[in-house]
């Protein structure tokens, strides 16, 4: 079956530190890979996206890239806000599929 | 609205009622789905609709849950009988196409608490 495992949270980090969430997956197939943010009080919402391998997504700062070999979609960001602090969730769709997989989320705490 | 709206945002039900859960996805979506988030754990499929019609249904976890969808538009997710395994937060999504291809739109959910 499909499946998504995120490393557990919370990632604590002090502003401007290094970011790295790690994301692997299980799937039948090449399926597309993503990043959705929830920020508190918010709707999830796309935050990247790569749909075939060595494809890299990136948005605000964050890049991800979609590694087949490892069966990997590491999110990464060279230096994070307090603004970041958020859920985030790694999820994939397979192909010829109409729906997501989602990992279990990572919470983010930046603090000043 | 501009992004989809879920209603109500809180419903405390005794165990045994019956819930209905609404979504207004953002017009002219004609994917929409549900999902189920327990605390602590991540995002679980529930149902997805194309148009009216369901072509998953594998992720409804028992006969007590049901949905549907009329015009295009509004669905309503229904538990019957709640328990106290069904308290989560339930997320409508809605995307104009598949979910491989296109982003999908969540609204804020709703907050279930069966007592």
């Known amino acids: 079956g499909n499946s998504v495992t995120q490393m557990e949270g919370p990632v604590t980090l002090s502003e401007e530190a290094f970011l790295t969430i790690n994301c692997t997956y299980t799937?039948?197939?090449?399926?597309?890979l993503f990043w959705y943010v929830q920020y508190p009080g918010e709707g999830l919402q796309l935050l990247l996206k790569?749909?075939?391998?060595?494809d890299k997504g990136s948005n605000k700062g964050f890049e991800a890239t979609y590694r087949k070999e490892t069966t990997s979609f590491h999110l990464e960001k060279g230096s994070v806000q307090v603004s970041d602090s958020a859920v985030y969730f790694c999820a994939l769709s397979p192909r010829g599929y109409s729906t997501l997989t989602f990992g279990k989320g990572t919470m983010l705490l930046v603090s000043p | 609205g501009a992004g989809v709206s879920q209603s109500p945002s809180n419903k405390v039900t005794e165990k045994g009622k019956d819930v209905e859960l609404r979504c207004d996805p953002i017009s002219g979506h004609t994917a929409l789905y549900w999902y189920r988030q327990r605390l602590g754990q991540g995002l679980e499929f529930l149902i997805y609709?194309?148009?009216?019609?369901?072509?998953?249904k594998s992720g409804l976890p028992s006969d007590r849950f049901s949905a549907e969808r009329t015009g295009e538009s509004v669905s309503t997710l229904t538990i019957q009988r709640t328990q106290q395994e069904d308290s989560a937060v339930y997320l409508c999504?809605?995307?104009?196409?598949?979910?491989?291809?296109?982003?999908?739109?969540f609204g804020q959910g709703t907050r279930l608490t069966v007592v």
């Open positions: 999504a809605s995307s104009f196409g598949q979910a491989m291809n296109t982003e999908a739109f």
């Open positions: 609709f194309q148009g009216n019609s369901a072509p998953d």
């Open positions: 799937a039948t197939g090449y399926p597309s």
């Open positions: 790569a749909t075939k391998a060595d």
